[in-house]
Antibody
Framework: QVQLQESGPGLVKPSQTLSLTCTVS??????????WSWIRQHPGKGLEWLAY???????YYNPSLKSRLTISVDTSKNQFSLNLRSVTVADTAVYYC??????????????????WGQGTLVTVSS | EIVLTQSPATLSLSPGERATLSCRAS??????LAWYQQKPGQAPRLLIY???NRATGIPARFSGSGSGTDFTLTIRSLEPEDFAVYYC??????????FGPGTKVDIK
C-alpha cells in the first residue's frame, strides 16, 4: 500500500526558508486520481492544512499562508516538496505529508487525507 | 468561511462505554465531513469519510452520522486503544481544508 515519508532539516533559523520533501512508495504520484498535501500541527495543538498539488503541477494553498508557501512535485523521484519562506518561531510544528482526495461536489466540495506520513518536527530557532 | 467546532473538548469514559463525539459546521457542508483519530506521537488516521463511510480497515465499532451542519462520531464500546484525540475535517471549494479543534477521549 502507499506509504509516505517526510524528510528535511529539523532545525531552521528565523527568516530562513523551511524545505521539506515527501517520498511516496508503494504507488506512483503520476497515476493520478489523488492530490498530495502538506499539513502541520503546532506542539500540543490542532491540525492546519497548508497546500496540495496534483502530479500535473496544479496547486492550491491555504489562503492564510499562500504568500509564503510553494509546493512542487518531482514525478521522476516520486516526491513532492514544500518551501515555507521567512519562518518565525510560530512555524515550529510537526509537518505531515498525506495523500489527498479532492472532489468538486456542488457548491461545497469534498475531500480527505489518507494515508499520512509519520511526520517530522521542524523547530525554528536561532 | 466554514468553521468546525467540536464538543466536548474532553470526554472521560471507561473501556466498554459508548463514546459520542460531536462536530458542528458553521454552515451546511452536506455530507462532506471526515473524522480522524490521533494517538500521542502518531500521525492522524482516517476513520470516516463522507460523514458515514468507514475507511479501509476501521473496526465496525466506529460509526459516523449526520449531514448539513451537525455530525456525530460514535464509538460503540471503547477499547483501550481507542483513547486518543479525534478531529473532524471538511473541505470547501474556496478555502481548502479545515479541521475542528479536536475532542480528547481519555480514560476515566
Amino acid at each position: 500500500q502507499v506509504q509516505l515519508q517526510e524528510s528535511g532539516p529539523g532545525l531552521v533559523k528565523p527568516s530562513q526558508t523551511l524545505s521539506l520533501t515527501c517520498t511516496v512508495s508503494g504507488g506512483s504520484i503520476s497515476s493520478g486520481g489523488h492530490y498530495w498535501s502538506w499539513i502541520r500541527q503546532h506542539p500540543g495543538k490542532g491540525l492546519e492544512w497548508l497546500a496540495y498539488i496534483y502530479y500535473s503541477g496544479s496547486t492550491y494553498y491555504n489562503p492564510s499562508l499562500k504568500s509564503r508557501l510553494t509546493i512542487s512535485v518531482d514525478t521522476s523521484k516520486n516526491q513532492f516538496s514544500l518551501n515555507l519562506r521567512s519562518v518565525t518561531v510560530a512555524d515550529t510544528a510537526v509537518y505531515y505529508c498525506a495523500r489527498t482526495l479532492v472532489m468538486v461536489v456542488g457548491p461545497i466540495g469534498d475531500g480527505w487525507f489518507d494515508p499520512w506520513g509519520q511526520g517530522t518536527l521542524v523547530t525554528v530557532s536561532s | 468561511e466554514i468553521v468546525l467546532t467540536q464538543s466536548p473538548a474532553t470526554l472521560s469514559l471507561s473501556p466498554g462505554e459508548r463514546a459520542t463525539l460531536s462536530c458542528r459546521a458553521s454552515q451546511s457542508v452536506s455530507s462532506s465531513l471526515a473524522w480522524y483519530q490521533q494517538k500521542p506521537g502518531q500521525a492522524p488516521r482516517l476513520l470516516i469519510y463522507d460523514a458515514s463511510n468507514r475507511a479501509t480497515g476501521i473496526p465496525a465499532r466506529f460509526s459516523g452520522s449526520g449531514s448539513g451542519t451537525d455530525f456525530t462520531l460514535t464509538i460503540r464500546s471503547l477499547e483501550p486503544e481507542d483513547f486518543a484525540v479525534y478531529y473532524c475535517q471538511q473541505r470547501s471549494n474556496w478555502q481548502g481544508f479545515t479541521f475542528g479543534p479536536g475532542t480528547k477521549v481519555d480514560i476515566k
